[in-house]
């Protein structure tokens, strides 16, 4: 079942438009990305779901409610992990976690969160005395504390070091496991391909494409590129006439094929028939940064 | 997929409403502002030094009118106010303005407490602040100057009320309008000397030109330390005074209600 509808969601700030026609349904118990360059709405279109905006058109509902008007429950089932958000530069890290479970009912164990986003051994110490990526784990506990049912993170990793950004990968597939229905706004394509069930790819306030990541990348038919050196020379009309293969290029005895689709398969077959081996075979296969540019006509960074 | 169907969120659980979490939320704020020592101990302290620096002056313990009162004792309702002025527009939306910028207020949108209630608890630690700071001048001045506690004491209260909704009010006003801590602190301050000057801190106002005084009359301070000065010389404040108070508490609460944004 969709645990957050959004349908034709628009948002406009003075003469620009932020969102101009943004729909999607997130289903309950997947990792949903929500990808796309800087400035395309990301940021807005969750801050809509949130309530913390209000939609100049369009609905959004996230478990049945309307975050404008049903914004008392909403609080209750949605933990929100937000861009930038900083708290008072003399409260602890201990402080923070105890006021903000006193807001719930039926708090997280505090405790157990702050272990496992590793901030333990920083209990006591101040907000403004915290690393960047400390001040981010902080919010991302303060976000799981009122056991949420939906959780949305926007730039979750932003500031984390490598290490920390992979553990907090495995925390969030932890929450997801718990049950908890996930939202991850982000630009970081190793990130949404690793962690998202599927994606929406929003690219000035539209959403382009809305797929898996693998169904992303095959969608925009970005070329794999085959290189090997043959064991003997090759007929290039041969490796031309196979159905997928696009270009071939030969130079030093090295063999380079660009082509779609099951292009692999197809040319190792053709080889095979001929008891040709390719030697030293590579395979560069489209990724998700390729399947942005080709859908968004831009790089993110 | 499957078939699990998640039940309508929130039902049945308990509505909070209101200002749940205030009592948190106002240790919490009271824990902050005690830890910042320096500051804590200058807001507490500042005023009644003042008062005994003052004291300490020869001048100020003759009568400012012969058999009239001495200038200590017109100088202690000044005091008073200006304790309430300080914590109102320079504390206030210091604090306000600097959690606006950092997104405190906004990341409180965010969970079941009201952000409204944040302000309150704010507030209410300001007022608790203010309330120490007051009696503590109101002590040394009866200790060490003799100047006598206020004689109507309902009256005294009642002024307190209203000065306090209308400085409150301003101090609400510059943290709606401020978008940082910094120039939230500034406009206080600059705020604060003219307060202060028709509050009579430079002048006081049985010193004051008719003129000024007419002026001080309409200030807030004005009106509150001429008020607060009835009240302790044990007489009723004039309604002038009482109404000017009352005006701003609800011209200023109106407009920061409505210029208010929490990001």
């Known amino acids: 079942m969709a645990v957050i509808e959004v349908n034709g969601l628009q948002k406009r700030y003075g003469e620009h438009l932020a969102v101009a026609d943004v729909s999607f349904e997130v289903q309950e118990g997947e990792i949903f990305g929500v990808l796309g360059p800087n400035g395309a709405g990301k940021t807005t279109t969750v801050e809509c779901i949130e309530g913390l905006r209000v939609p100049d058109g369009g609905t959004i509902r996230v478990l049945g409610l309307d975050p404008q008007r049903d914004v008392t429950e909403l609080r209750r089932v949605l933990g929100v992990q937000l861009q930038d958000s900083k708290l008072p530069e003399r409260m602890t890290v201990a402080e923070a976690v105890s006021l903000y479970s006193s807001f719930y009912d039926d708090p997280a164990d505090g405790d157990a969160l702050v272990d496992r986003l590793g901030l333990t051994r920083r209990r006591d110490t101040r907000f403004g005395k915290l690393s960047g990526g400390q001040q981010q784990r902080l919010a991302i506990v303060l976000a799981l504390l009122g056991r949420p049912r939906v959780a949305v993170l926007d730039e979750l990793t932003t500031g984390l070091d490598p290490q920390s950004r992979r553990n907090t990968w495995e925390l969030v597939e932890q929450v997801r496991d718990d049950g908890v229905t996930v939202v991850l706004v982000t630009h970081f394509m190793e990130e949404a391909e690793r962690l998202c069930d599927r994606i929406a790819l929003i690219d000035a306030g539209k959403v382009v494409a809305i797929d898996t990541p693998s169904g992303l990348v095959e969608r925009t038919r970005a070329p794999q590129v085959i290189r090997f050196r043959p064991s003997e020379p090759v007929d290039e009309a041969l490796l031309r006439g196979l159905p997928e293969v696009t270009s071939v290029v030969q130079r030093d005895g090295r063999v380079e094929i660009t082509g779609t689709g099951d292009v692999l398969a197809t040319v190792t077959t053709a080889l095979a028939q001929r008891r040709i081996v390719a030697a030293e075979l590579r395979v560069t296969q489209p990724r998700l940064d390729d399947a942005f540019v080709a859908l968004t006509g831009e790089g993110i960074r | ?263």
């Not at chain 2, 509505?15 to 830890?35: C, V």
């Open chain 2, 1 to 263: 997929m499957t078939t699990t169907t998640a039940a309508p969120a929130g039902t049945g659980r308990p509505r909070t409403s209101g200002f749940a979490g205030l009592g948190a939320l106002t240790r919490s704020e009271l824990r902050l502002f005690l830890r910042d020592r320096a500051g804590a101990v200058a807001t507490l302290l500042f005023p009644t030094v003042l008062l005994v620096v003052l004291g300490l002056i020869p001048s100020f313990k003759e009568p400012v009118t012969p058999g009239g009162p001495r200038l200590i004792d017109l100088y202690v309702p000044i005091m008073v106010a200006m304790v309430l002025a300080v914590s109102a527009v320079q504390a206030l939306p210091a604090v306000v303005a600097t959690y606006r910028e950092q997104g405190v207020l906004r990341r409180m949108r965010t969970t079941p407490v009201r952000p409204q209630t944040l302000l309150l608890a704010i507030t209410a630690t300001m007022l608790g602040v203010t309330l120490v700071s007051t009696i503590l001048v109101l002590l040394v001045a009866r200790l060490a100057f003799g100047v006598p506690l206020p004689q109507d004491l309902a009256a005294y209260l009642v002024t307190l009320v209203l000065l306090g909704g209308a400085v409150y009010g301003l101090g609400l006003l510059v943290a709606a309008v401020a978008p940082s801590g910094r120039t939230g602190n500034a406009i206080g301050t600059v705020l604060f000397f003219p307060l202060m000057f028709f509050g009579g801190l430079w002048l006081p106002r049985d010193v004051m030109p008719e003129v000024l005084r007419t002026i001080s009359d309409y200030t807030p301070l004005g009106a509150g330390a001429g008020a607060l000065q009835a009240a302790a010389a044990g007489s009723w404040p004039q309604l002038l005074h009482l109404g000017v108070l009352l005006a701003w508490t609800v011209l200023t609460g109106l407009l920061a209600t409505r210029l208010f944004r929490w990001e």
